[in-house]
């Protein structure tokens, strides 16, 4: 039996729009069961319908057979469940092609190259295939070498949303100032993140480009940001296209902050949680 273990994601990271990831250590199971295997749901998870992103990522990348999955990881949150399905199918389809030709290595470069098609964007999917925070841009994902450990505290709203639909909401152009503003905030983070320089971290995720927008759709979460904040987080952004908030801290500090966004926005819940540095993995059992 073939299973992948795929963390979630949190992409954009405030300015970094479809060009920062961050894995979450929120790991899913995709498994596929030989035929005629006696394995029960608690195992591995319940079989999924052609349908899931997961079963269909499987199929792209050649896989056959049953497709399970057991995941922590909310749908419809901005917590990139989309991207860990398309992920962990085609490692499976990946891994079962290479079992039936005698092969071990994990082509990365191809599987990411598939999941950036299936996914239309390529933020998540590096990020749950890599690992860390990631950069993108052009088809490429590069990992951050990161000066620090956070915590990271997510809020995640009762109800959900659709991508699709939060990226129609964005202008097709924007101004020169606010392209700039942004592109100065993202060098800034990506520079503080490796440097593990906490106090730029507030000023170098500030946007201008989606989350205001999305903000207006999605009230509470922007209570949720503002929650964290003046409770003690680091930083936070608007997960994805949201509605989930994720907060960076001390992790002495995870379950304090948490509390008191839990008090201050009951429309949610909160998750403490930490970056996943080992990205997705390929088991056989």
């Given at each position: 039996?073939?299973?992948?273990?795929?963390?979630?994601?949190?992409?954009n990271?405030?300015?970094?729009f479809?060009?920062?990831?961050?894995?979450?250590?929120?790991?899913?199971?995709?498994?596929?069961?030989?035929?005629?295997?006696?394995?029960?749901?608690?195992?591995?998870?319940?079989?999924?319908?052609?349908t899931?992103?997961?079963?269909?990522?499987?199929?792209?990348?050649?896989?056959?057979?049953?497709?399970?999955?057991?995941?922590?990881?909310?749908?419809g949150?901005?917590?990139?469940?989309?991207?860990?399905?398309?992920?962990?199918?085609?490692?499976?389809?990946?891994?079962?092609?290479?079992?039936?030709?005698?092969?071990?290595?994990?082509?990365?470069?191809?599987?990411?190259?598939?999941?950036?098609?299936?996914?239309?964007?390529?933020?998540?999917?590096?990020?749950?295939?890599?690992?860390?925070v990631?950069?993108?841009?052009?088809?490429?994902?590069?990992?951050?070498?990161?000066?620090?450990?956070?915590?990271?505290?997510l809020?995640?709203?009762?109800?959900?949303?659709?991508?699709?639909?939060?990226?129609?909401a964005?202008?097709?152009?924007?101004?020169?100032?606010?392209?700039?503003?942004?592109?100065?905030?993202?060098?800034?983070?990506?520079?503080?993140?490796?440097?593990?320089?906490?106090?730029?971290?507030?000023?170098?995720?500030?946007?201008?480009?989606?989350?205001?927008?999305?903000?207006?759709a999605?009230?509470?979460?922007?209570e949720?940001?503002?929650?964290?904040?003046?409770?003690?987080?680091?930083?936070?952004?608007?997960?994805?296209?949201?509605?989930?908030?994720?907060?960076?801290?001390?992790?002495?500090?995870?379950?304090h902050?948490?509390?008191?966004v839990?008090?201050?926005?009951p429309?949610?819940r909160?998750?403490?949680?930490?970056?996943?540095?080992?990205g997705?993995?390929?088991?056989?059992?």
């Amino acid at each position: 039996m073939i299973v992948v273990r795929v963390p979630g994601s949190s992409a954009n990271l405030g300015p970094g729009f479809d060009a920062l990831g961050m894995a979450l250590a929120l790991p899913a199971e995709i498994a596929v069961v030989p035929d005629g295997a006696d394995v029960a749901d608690d195992d591995i998870g319940a079989a999924v319908e052609s349908t899931h992103p997961a079963a269909v990522a499987f199929r792209t990348g050649g896989g056959v057979g049953a497709v399970h999955v057991r995941s922590p990881i909310p749908p419809g949150r901005g917590l990139g469940f989309s991207g860990a399905m398309r992920v962990g199918g085609l490692l499976a389809a990946d891994a079962q092609l290479r079992m039936n030709r005698g092969e071990d290595d994990v082509d990365r470069v191809a599987v990411l190259a598939a999941a950036i098609e299936l996914e239309g964007h390529a933020d998540n999917v590096a990020a749950s295939l890599l690992g860390g925070v990631v950069a993108t841009a052009g088809g490429r994902a590069v990992p951050l070498p990161l000066g620090f450990e956070p915590a990271v505290v997510l809020w995640v709203p009762t109800a959900g949303t659709s991508t699709q639909r939060s990226r129609h909401a964005l202008p097709a152009t924007v101004t020169f100032g606010d392209a700039a503003f942004n592109v100065g905030r993202t060098a800034l983070l990506v520079a503080a993140l490796v440097a593990g320089d906490v106090p730029s971290l507030r000023t170098a995720t500030e946007d201008r480009l989606h989350q205001d927008r999305r903000f207006s759709a999605a009230f509470p979460s922007r209570e949720a940001l503002a929650a964290g904040l003046d409770a003690g987080a680091w930083a936070g952004w608007l997960s994805g296209s949201g509605p989930s908030v994720a907060l960076l801290c001390a992790p002495s500090a995870a379950d304090h902050l948490a509390a008191e966004v839990n008090a201050a926005v009951p429309e949610g819940r909160t998750i403490v949680t930490a970056i996943d540095g080992a990205g997705a993995t390929v088991e056989l059992r």
